[in-house]
């Protein structure tokens, strides 16, 4: 009986070593893109809304941001319109957004961009501190624009608070170093 019950081991075993079979797979490429699209109402404009894990690292540099996570020529080969002679896709975040024209064989022709309660550049700080002790930044905003994928104007409107009193001032940060960083 022992040896019978051994044997049948031994059968079942190799019958269900027998009966497993290998399946290969194909590679498969997942990706996790930090944005949506969706395409305007007028079908030239596509308007991408970064997800919110992402807003402080698009707000902080969106053009570096767009660079990094956005392949403009993956779109327009999607789109496959041929007649388009510019692409205008709008950045949208909780924070503000990127405007970006990019011509028809991708490449970024100009851009505007502007976004609320940002973090201040180091340099910045320091320029509001010494020059406005004892206030309080209340709120600020950034407006950039440029042609390519360089800045040509920066500005930030900050609003400051002391006691009763506000004040809104404006920092270009080109100037800093100058005279005349700072203007009221």
Do not use: H
Not at 27 to 37: D, L, Q, R
Not at 48 to 61: G, K, L, M, W
């Amino acid at each position: 009986m022992k040896t019978l019950i051994v044997f049948l081991f031994i059968v079942c075993g190799i019958a269900t070593g027998q009966a497993q079979k290998v399946t290969q797979l194909k590679e498969t490429k997942v990706e996790y893109a930090p944005y949506n699209i969706t395409p305007g109402s007028d079908l030239d404009t596509y308007k991408v809304a970064i997800n919110e894990n992402y807003t402080a690292q698009f707000s902080a540099n969106a053009l570096e941001f767009v660079k990094e996570n956005f392949n403009i020529n993956d779109l327009i080969k999607s789109i496959n319109v041929p007649a388009y002679d510019s692409y205008l896709i709008s950045f949208r975040s909780s924070k503000g957004f990127l405007d970006v024209a990019y011509n028809k064989d991708g490449e970024m022709k100009n851009s505007n961009q502007m976004f609320k309660d940002v973090v201040l550049p180091l340099a910045i700080r320091r320029e509001v501190y010494t020059n406005y002790k004892g206030w309080t930044m209340v709120k600020n905003k950034y407006v950039a624009s440029g042609n390519s994928d360089k800045l040509d104007r920066e500005i930030y409107r900050i609003n400051l608070k002391k006691d009763n009193k506000r004040q809104n001032i404006k920092i270009i940060p080109s100037r800093i170093g100058s005279d005349r960083v700072v203007s009221n």
